[in-house]
């Protein structure tokens, strides 16, 4: 099955800690995308990346942080300097060239407390 | 920052309907893309319209697009209760340094009662 998986489907974390999401895809991209969702909005970039070894800040990338070691991960971390993480956090990523379609994972909820 | 603005926030239709959300953008885009949420899951590419399209289908989805109004229109005919989810409209302004950066509207949740 090719895709893209993130984990875990739900995350609790205390204020103060730092937090980690998984994104893994097998579908051989190049560009992967770090989106926050809040309940009832849209999507708001965070973090991109075009390839390996190299990644963008999106509009909210503050408390946020990245690494692109392999092609087909690119976790985030929460640091506890984002003053509200608690939220919906899905990964993306896209073929080279001139296709346009993003793949999105199934998503993380995190809480923090 | 927010591109897509899309109209309504919340429609709720009979199955057997149509369904019609709207988009509106503001700045010059190289295509738009309509996406579908089900409740807590990722989103799923539904269609693409380039800026050159004025209309496209998909089964029975039908797009269109002025680019003189900066507007575009999702819509669904013959609904089913499946079709229920939040829909998404996401402005493709082009490369940023060589990547896609694309901006998401607030989406419409649609609601199909049997």
């Known amino acids: 099955d090719g895709g893209i998986t993130q984990s875990p489907k739900y995350l609790f974390r205390k204020e103060g800690q730092n937090v980690t999401l998984s994104c893994e895809q097998n579908l051989n991209h190049d560009a992967m995308y770090w989106y926050r969702q809040d309940p009832g909005q849209g999507l708001r970039l965070i973090y991109y990346s075009q390839i390996v070894n190299d990644f963008q800040k999106g509009d909210i990338a503050e408390g946020y942080s990245v690494s692109r070691e392999k092609k087909e991960s690119f976790p985030l971390t929460v640091t506890s300097a984002q003053k509200n993480p608690t939220a919906f956090y899905l990964c993306a990523s896209r073929a080279r060239g001139l296709s346009y379609e993003q793949y999105f994972g199934p998503g993380t909820r995190l809480t923090v407390t | ?114």
């Open chain 2, 1 to 114: 920052s927010q591109q897509g603005e899309e109209d309504p926030q919340a429609l709720s239709i009979q199955e057997g309907e149509n369904a019609t959300m709207n988009c509106s953008y503001k700045t010059s885009i190289n295509n738009l893309q309509w996406y579908r949420q089900n409740s807590g899951r990722g989103l799923v590419h539904l269609i693409l319209i380039r800026s050159n399209e004025r209309e496209k289908h998909s089964g029975r989805l039908r797009v269109t697009l002025d680019t003189s109004k900066k507007s575009s229109s999702l819509l669904i005919t013959a609904s089913r209760a499946a079709d229920t989810a939040s829909y998404f409209c996401a402005t493709d302004a082009g490369r940023v340094q060589g990547a896609q950066k694309l901006v998401f509207g607030q989406g419409t949740r649609l609601t199909i009662n049997p």
